[in-house]
């Protein structure tokens, strides 16, 4: 460390974060077989921001970068113009395009902020920023795989980025950014990417959704003679809506909480898109924790599961495709479940188009999307020692088929998806329990002449919450105690059958004592531990763990059980 400043490190998705699996996205990197990439590992004793996140693989090619936005400093509310034009001399079909950013905070205080980057209202990236200290500047950097987004590259396009940060009062730190696009011409012998023909946003700003204005309508036109489809939905909790897995239920069922309604409802979110009314897919909401989550001093050194590189879900909307050629203009709504103060959407049509047919016909054969049911069972805080229970499930079923005739005949598509959720929230006098879980189950499959494609994934989005209060006076203290992951599982049978199981967990504990004046002082003990796992029948077996305590990182690890001992650095 120099001057109060950390040295940077890299974050990543490789996958597109907890994005769903799609044949609408061969490239992605959650692919099985696909390779894996590991960071340089941080060095131990520092106090840098770290993570155990895998990087975005790339080609063996030179790059062509285009700088968007350089060494920017960001300071009240005004967005910043982005004017893009295409690489010049840069061969295309482009193998890989990547998103890159660079933040720094100086020392001194301010709170978490929302970073978002977007060319032509498509979201490029959206995060949060780390929190700094008297002594701490961190600095990060981030990188995403938007080859998907191509078609939207090969023209001149605006955009513009968008960091609200106030400097006011005690709030004094500053944040600079500097984004490119890093584009990767093909390898020799490697295949171009099957990317849409078609990137749009359904809105060219964030849409802001809550409790009194819950949905987003839009009418679009598309294309006649699309073959594939999908939407990159991002909903991203503010405000009261942050904690949405902290809520005891005041009310006896979902149905009894209005939008007047002044309590935090209850503990489930999920987006549901409709296409002309109907019900056509759903993206949950990941919890995530941003810095200034619970204790800033949980999230000082490793942050939360994608805190600082939210991901977008991909909605497979292919068995509407066909519907949606008859060249007429249909509405598509957005609406998030259980929204009260505020849920921040953004929404990127994703269209495959025939590269012969003019006009493709077909239609949707199923579409059984069941609606959500949210069961309540409670017991409200009461004396003698305030103790309340509440446990929220949710379950739904959707199944959706259609085929579209192409001109290389006709492909059918279907969709079956189970979802399920459970939060059991443990309040007292003392203290409070929070355990909650998202289960996701999906069977993909397509089927044309000659051939056939499945692909099956099981998503799970586990998070324990413990917060205690203990001793009396000044003796007092607030322990707070966080598990947090994401695990998906995927198998598919094209080319061949393949398997990736892929597991991101992060743990933080923190124990802060009392002064006399009642204020929080510096805790007096925290830890924090990262670990992230892939294992793939093809490209083999890679975990990296991070080990933090009192802020400083303590130990790095890198092994796989599967693959013989640990390596320590």
Same mark, same amino acid.
């Given at each position: 460390?120099?001057?109060?400043?950390?040295?940077?490190?890299?974050?990543?998705? /490789?996958?597109?974060?907890?994005?769903?699996?799609?044949?609408? %996205?061969?490239?992605?990197?959650?692919?099985?077989?696909?390779?894996?990439?590991?960071?340089?590992?941080?060095?131990?004793?520092?106090?840098?921001?770290?993570? %155990?996140?895998?990087?975005?693989?790339?080609?063996?090619?030179?790059?062509?970068?285009?700088?968007?936005?350089?060494?920017?400093? #960001?300071?009240?509310?005004?967005?910043?113009?982005?004017?893009?034009?295409?690489?010049?001399?840069?061969?295309?079909?482009?193998?890989?395009?990547?998103?890159?950013?660079?933040?720094?905070?100086?020392?001194?205080?301010?709170?978490?902020?929302? /970073?978002?980057?977007?060319?032509?209202?498509?979201?490029?990236?959206?995060?949060?920023?780390?929190?700094?200290?008297?002594? #701490?500047?961190?600095? *990060?950097?981030?990188?995403?795989?938007?080859?998907?987004?191509?078609?939207?590259?090969?023209?001149?396009?605006?955009?513009?980025?968008?960091?609200?940060?106030?400097?006011?009062?005690?709030?004094?730190?500053?944040?600079?950014?500097?984004?490119?696009?890093?584009?990767?011409?093909?390898?020799?012998?490697?295949?171009?990417?099957?990317?849409?023909?078609?990137?749009?946003?359904?809105?060219?700003?964030?849409?802001?959704?809550?409790?009194?204005?819950? !949905?987003?309508?839009?009418?679009?036109?598309?294309?006649?003679?699309?073959?594939?489809?999908?939407?990159?939905?991002?909903?991203?909790?503010?405000?009261?809506?942050?904690?949405?897995?902290?809520?005891?239920?005041?009310?006896?069922? /979902?149905?009894?909480?209005?939008?007047?309604?002044?309590?935090? &409802?209850?503990?489930?979110?999920?987006?549901?898109?409709? !296409?002309?009314?109907?019900?056509? &897919?759903?993206?949950?909401?990941?919890?995530? !924790?941003?810095?200034?989550?619970?204790?800033?001093?949980? *999230?000082?050194?490793?942050?939360?599961?994608?805190?600082?590189?939210?991901?977008? +879900?991909?909605?497979?909307?292919?068995?509407?495709?066909?519907?949606?050629?008859?060249?007429?203009?249909?509405?598509?709504?957005?609406?998030?479940?259980?929204?009260?103060?505020?849920?921040?959407?953004? /929404?990127?049509v994703l269209a495959w188009r025939d590269p012969v047919r003019e006009i493709v016909s077909g239609r949707l054969i199923r579409g059984d999307v069941e609606p959500v049911i949210i069961s309540i069972n409670r017991k409200l805080p009461?004396?003698?020692?305030?103790?309340?229970?509440?446990?929220?499930?949710?379950?739904?079923?959707?199944?959706?088929?259609?085929?579209?005739?192409?001109?290389?005949?006709?492909?059918?598509?279907?969709?079956?998806?189970?979802?399920?959720?459970?939060?059991?929230?443990?309040?007292?006098?003392?203290?409070?329990?929070?355990?909650? %879980?998202?289960?996701?189950?999906?069977?993909? %499959?397509?089927?044309?002449?000659?051939?056939?494609?499945? +692909?099956?994934?099981?998503?799970? #989005?586990p998070l324990v919450i413990l917060q205690g209060r203990s001793g009396a006076g000044n003796d007092q203290k607030y322990s707070y105690d966080v598990h947090q992951g994401l695990v998906r599982n995927i198998n598919t049978d094209f080319p061949s059958f393949r398997s990736r199981e892929m597991q991101t967990s992060v743990d933080a504990k923190a124990e802060i004592p009392l002064v006399k004046d009642g204020t929080r002082a510096l805790p007096s003990l925290s830890s924090?531990?990262?670990?992230?796992?892939?294992?793939?029948?093809?490209?083999?077996?890679?975990?990296?763990?991070?080990?933090?305590?009192?802020?400083?990182?303590?130990?790095?690890?890198?092994?796989?059980?599967?693959?013989?001992?640990?390596?320590?650095?």
């Amino acid at each position: 460390m120099n001057n109060g400043i950390v040295k940077l490190f890299r974050m990543a998705f /490789a996958c597109a974060g907890f994005a769903s699996i799609s044949t609408a %996205s061969p490239a992605m990197a959650c692919q099985p077989g696909s390779p894996v990439v590991m960071a340089s590992s941080p060095e131990i004793g520092t106090h840098a921001v770290a993570t %155990s996140d895998f990087l975005v693989p790339r080609p063996n090619t030179t790059p062509c970068e285009v700088e968007l936005f350089s060494n920017i400093a #960001f300071e009240g509310s005004l967005p910043k113009p982005i004017d893009y034009m295409p690489p010049p001399n840069c061969p295309t079909p482009w193998g890989k395009i990547v998103f890159e950013a660079d933040f720094h905070i100086s020392t001194g205080q301010q709170y978490d902020r929302t /970073a978002r980057v977007s060319l032509g209202g498509v979201n490029l990236f959206t995060g949060t920023t780390a929190e700094p200290g008297a002594s #701490f500047a961190p600095l *990060w950097h981030v990188e995403r795989d938007i080859t998907d987004y191509a078609s939207l590259l090969h023209k001149p396009v605006s955009g513009e980025a968008e960091l609200v940060n106030g400097i006011a009062g005690a709030n004094k730190a500053r944040i600079v950014a500097s984004a490119r696009l890093v584009f990767y011409p093909l390898e020799s012998g490697q295949k171009a990417p099957d990317g849409p023909n078609l990137v749009f946003a359904l809105h060219q700003q964030p849409v802001a959704l809550n409790a009194k204005a819950p !949905i987003f309508d839009s009418t679009q036109s598309f294309p006649r003679n699309m073959t594939r489809l999908a939407l990159d939905v991002l909903a991203m909790p503010q405000q009261v809506d942050e904690f949405w897995y902290m809520c005891m239920p005041m009310r006896e069922n /979902a149905a009894a909480v209005t939008p007047d309604d002044n309590t935090c &409802g209850y503990p489930y979110r999920e987006t549901e898109v409709r !296409i002309d009314g109907k019900l056509a &897919g759903v993206a949950p909401v990941f919890p995530w !924790i941003y810095t200034g989550g619970l204790n800033s001093v949980l *999230w000082k050194q490793i942050p939360g599961i994608e805190t600082l590189n939210l991901s977008s +879900y991909r909605i497979n909307l292919t068995p509407f495709a066909g519907t949606l050629n008859d060249g007429k203009p249909h509405h598509v709504a957005l609406s998030v479940v259980g929204v009260r103060r505020s849920e921040v959407v953004t /929404a990127t049509v994703l269209a495959w188009r025939d590269p012969v047919r003019e006009i493709v016909s077909g239609r949707l054969i199923r579409g059984d999307v069941e609606p959500v049911i949210i069961s309540i069972n409670r017991k409200l805080p009461s004396k003698p020692d305030f103790s309340g229970r509440s446990l929220t499930e949710a379950h739904r079923n959707i199944s959706l088929e259609g085929f579209v005739e192409t001109s290389k005949g006709r492909v059918q598509t279907k969709i079956t998806q189970e979802i399920s959720f459970n939060n059991t929230y443990l309040t007292s006098y003392t203290g409070s329990k929070i355990d909650q %879980s998202t289960n996701i189950e999906t069977h993909f %499959s397509q089927s044309g002449v000659g051939s056939r494609a499945n +692909y099956d994934t099981i998503e799970r #989005f586990p998070l324990v919450i413990l917060q205690g209060r203990s001793g009396a006076g000044n003796d007092q203290k607030y322990s707070y105690d966080v598990h947090q992951g994401l695990v998906r599982n995927i198998n598919t049978d094209f080319p061949s059958f393949r398997s990736r199981e892929m597991q991101t967990s992060v743990d933080a504990k923190a124990e802060i004592p009392l002064v006399k004046d009642g204020t929080r002082a510096l805790p007096s003990l925290s830890s924090s531990r990262a670990e992230s796992r892939i294992n793939d029948s093809v490209a083999g077996c890679y975990d990296r763990t991070l080990f933090s305590q009192n802020l400083t990182l303590v130990s790095v690890t890198d092994g796989c059980a599967a693959s013989g001992p640990s390596v320590q650095h």
